[in-house]
């Protein structure tokens, strides 16, 4: 049965084996532990025979003696090599998760914007945690329970063949039934296991939307309907995990069976060999205790199957991620520092399963030093403009130039250095002020930079009054600011950066008057000397902007200064009489 992702399922494990090289001296310790493990324990079966015998049966007194030394030597020998391949076998299982978070991660950073518009945050999160975890137990746990569980079988039927190996190989026409059972178990295993890490990842992304607007989840009295939903997608993975629990349940139910059957058969066997003078009582407990030892390796050989194809099913989640093709960058221009000419030739985007355009020949030009900007109604494609120019998209048609020449003839990394952005919803993490000012590629700076941009933005009036200064945390997100000085934040940030181009996505639209005066003082001393792209939500922001670019449905429908759109009575005209009118209510 294919995986579900179209590849072999064994494609999949022999891809994921290639992911323990980097830990094959600790899997070659592991295996010698493993190894060790399985002649012990054939050892400890060849010894049951003298144990009866010459005991039980002919009264040696001498190896009344012996063998309890020898079953303590063998056992104090099997509990080291398990030790042994124990921690070498953990140490390479939680290695191979670790470089596959890491290596995850890093792929989800290089992939285009694209990619974040398909797949929600909480679903990456679910490739990054327990994924990870389920295909580091598929290459290595369940590779280490295989290896030991069949090491356990090969050596007692090793033990039975020399105790009689007629009753072996009557015992093992059991095998090809055995076989069966596994492809069998293996086949529903992968079957539901995909189901059970999807319906996980879409639970988790319900959480989080929940959880994440839980404000408005308890103002709009959503409360019921959020636990509902949460409730169906729960009560999914529980039915999807009771039929993985009741394969394996069913399965080890069968095996038991199988291996009373084998009993069975042994007995029957057995018992004509002892008649027949070929097998000893010692003999007949030897092939009694190699097949108790079987049954239960057999058992575990079945279950580990739910382990390698959940792993498996989580390798196929996170190889789609990581043979994901890359933003494009195969530019070779060197940029060290742009002057900022941005240029847009009859420029169109439309987003994948989108029939309408986000944007539609839209050309205008921002020269350095001046101040563009953008406005129109939700939804006309205000944000999707501005995101072409550090290429979180390509453009379907028309050019992009900066400097005259295509966005596409520079390094991404050389683009977005000339790129400075200050957003509605501010990023910051869970660091101090200065770590999140100084972000990235701007962390060699000193703390006097640090400084003066903080002065600059207005920040440091409530900066200086944190218990730390600027080595105080801020919590997750920042929050324990407000909104108007997460704003300031992300605004020293921008000029310690001091790049030429600087994009401000309705940077006060959520603020009060008072925090907006505070920022718009701060952008005062940002945007001179820069090419400077603002979105406006509120028209009065941007009446002294050098043009005035507006937005409809994609279209670039208006441009102009702010008294030249007024006079035209179009669409902005339109739109600024209805905030003053709105003001004025």
Request: zero cysteines.
């Amino acid at each position: 049965m294919n995986s579900p992702a179209g590849g072999s399922p064994w494609r999949i494990y022999r891809r994921l084996l290639g992911l323990v090289r980097p830990y094959r001296w600790a899997l070659l310790l592991a295996l010698l532990g493993l190894l060790v493990e399985g002649a012990a324990a054939g050892a400890f079966g060849v010894l049951t025979k003298p144990m009866v015998d010459e005991t039980f049966v002919a009264r040696n007194r001498e190896f009344g003696v012996l063998l309890p030394l020898a079953i303590v030597g063998i056992f104090v020998v099997r509990g080291g090599a398990g030790y042994l391949s124990d921690y070498f076998m953990a140490r390479a299982a939680r290695g191979v998760a670790r470089d596959m978070r890491v290596r995850a991660l890093d792929k989800y950073l290089r992939l285009p914007g694209l990619r974040f518009d398909a797949e929600p945050v909480p679903s990456m999160l679910v490739r990054l945690g327990s994924d990870s975890d389920q295909v580091a137990q598929a290459v290595v746990d369940a590779g280490k329970v295989m290896l030991q569980q069949s090491l356990q079988v090969v050596a007692m039927l090793a033990v039975m063949l020399y105790a009689s190996w007629r009753v072996t190989l009557a015992v093992l026409l059991l095998g090809p039934l055995i076989a069966w059972l596994m492809d069998r178990v293996g086949r529903r295993y992968r079957r539901y296991g995909h189901k059970v890490q999807e319906t996980a990842a879409q639970m988790m992304q319900a959480a989080d939307q929940a959880l994440s607007n839980q404000q408005e989840v308890k103002v709009y009295g959503a409360r019921s309907a959020e636990l509902a939903r949460y409730t169906r997608l729960a009560d999914d993975t529980l039915r999807l995990s009771l039929k993985v629990e009741a394969t394996r349940s069913i399965s080890s139910a069968i095996v038991q069976l199988t291996g009373a059957v084998g009993l069975a058969l042994l007995l029957f066997f057995a018992s004509r060999e002892a008649l027949a003078g070929r097998l000893t009582a010692g003999g007949f407990v030897q092939l009694m205790i190699a097949m108790l030892a079987i049954i239960p390796a057999l058992k575990q050989l079945t279950n580990v199957q739910g382990m390698l194809h959940r792993g498996v099913a989580s390798a196929e989640r996170l190889f789609q991620v990581l043979d994901a093709d890359d933003e494009v960058d195969t530019g070779q221009r060197p940029l060290p520092r742009a002057h900022g000419l941005i240029e847009f030739r009859d420029v169109s985007l439309r987003y994948p399963g989108q029939e309408k355009p986000a944007l539609t020949g839209i050309s205008f030009t921002a020269r350095p030093g001046t101040v563009t900007a953008i406005v129109g109604r939700s939804g006309s494609g205000k944000s999707s403009l501005v995101k072409l120019i550090p290429r979180f998209y390509d453009p379907d048609a028309g050019q992009i130039l900066l400097d005259g020449h295509p966005l596409s003839d520079y390094r991404l990394a050389d683009l977005r250095r000339q790129v400075a952005m200050v957003g509605q919803q501010v990023m910051l993490f869970d660091g101090t002020v200065l770590e999140n000012v100084a972000y990235g590629e701007l962390q060699p700076a000193t703390r006097a930079e640090v400084n003066r941009a903080l002065e600059a933005a207005n920040a440091m009036e409530f900066v200086s009054q944190l218990p730390e200064g600027e080595d105080s945390h801020i919590g997750i997100k920042g929050g324990r600011l407000s909104g108007g000085q997460r704003q300031r934040l992300a605004i020293a940030r921008a000029m310690l950066k001091d790049a030429p181009i600087l994009i401000l996505d309705e940077a006060t639209a959520a603020l009060d008057n008072a925090s907006e005066r505070l920022v718009q003082d701060a952008l005062a001393h940002l945007i001179p000397d820069r090419t400077t792209l603002v979105i406006a939500h509120r028209l009065s922001t941007v009446e002294h902007a050098d043009q005035i670019l507006v937005l409809d449905d994609g279209r670039l429908v208006e441009q102009g200064t702010h008294a030249e759109l007024l006079a035209r009575g179009g669409v902005y005209a339109h739109l600024h009489a209805m905030q003053f009118r709105e003001a004025s209510a």
